[in-house]
T-cell receptor, first 115, second 114 residues
Framework: NAGVTQTPKFRVLKTGQSMTLLCAQD?????MYWYRQDPGMGLRLIHY???????AKGEVPDGYNVSRLKKQNFLLGLESAAPSQTSVYFC??????????????FGPGTRLTVL | QKEVEQDPGPLSVPEGAIVSLNCTYS??????FMWYRQYSRKGPELLMY????GNKEDGRFTAQVDKSSKYISLFIRDSQPSDSATYLC??????????????FGKGTRLSVIA
């Protein structure tokens, strides 16, 4: 099992450009999450999904959109990138029926720089 | 007031020391308490998990929850250089509340010096 994978690992964008980050999990988890991690700010939840076709806003959703068309994939989109979106982005997934309630499994992260 | 407060450190200790990491929280609805460990340039991984109050021990690690004080701790005995990482506390309301997302502390960066 690959667990949670994220594509790409690194990306540099110019202000105003758009991009999509892809998260994939092979554990058949119902729940998926997108976080950003900035120095001194910890992990902040951007959006999450409790099932295929459903999404919800987290703590810092502005400037981001998400889609969950397939159970195993969760996409994070930046329509018009801004320097404030320079961050490390983590995807995570969890199961409602696992041995540890809602244990989240994280991907390796995507380092995004917006110039 | 943030729901979860955690001193970001950094904390530097000599090898073999006992380490104490702490978080306080304000939401009395939290019932599940976790500690995640994050090595540099990696994603967080679950280290310890407790439900409600009490202690849980796993090898050199002990997680402690005091719901009356809204305070959780992680103790590391005989600390090793390989314990050098960022430790994030996380907590969640009970499953009857539905899948409410985890609330994370900001993380404490720990360095264990050989």
């Amino acid at each position: 099992n690959a667990g949670v994978t994220q594509t790409p690992k690194f990306r540099v964008l110019k202000t105003g450009q758009s991009m999509t980050l892809l998260c994939a999990q092979d554990m058949n988890h119902e729940y998926m999450y997108w976080y950003r991690q900035d120095p001194g700010m910890g992990l902040r939840l951007i959006h999450y999904s409790v099932g295929e076709g459903t999404t919800a806003k987290g703590e810092v959703p502005d400037g981001y959109n998400v889609s969950r068309l397939k159970k195993q994939n969760f996409l994070l989109g930046l329509e018009s990138a801004a320097p404030s979106q320079t961050s490390v982005y983590f995807c995570a997934s969890s199961s409602r029926t696992g041995p540890i309630y809602n244990e989240q499994f994280f991907g390796p992260g995507t380092r995004l720089t917006v110039l | 007031q943030k729901e979860v407060e955690q001193d970001p450190g950094p904390l530097s200790v000599p090898e073999g020391a006992i380490v104490s990491l702490n978080c306080t929280y304000s939401n009395s609805a939290f019932q599940y308490f976790m500690w995640y460990r994050q090595y540099s340039r990696k994603g967080p991984e679950l280290l310890m998990y407790t439900y409600s109050s009490g202690n849980k021990e796993d090898g050199r690690f002990t997680a402690q929850v005091d719901k009356s004080s809204k305070y959780i701790s992680l103790f590391i005995r005989d600390s090793q250089p390989s314990d050098s990482a960022t430790y994030l506390c996380a907590m969640q309301r009970g499953f009857l509340s539905g899948n409410t997302p985890l609330v994370f502390g900001k993380g404490t960066r720990l360095s264990v010096i050989a």
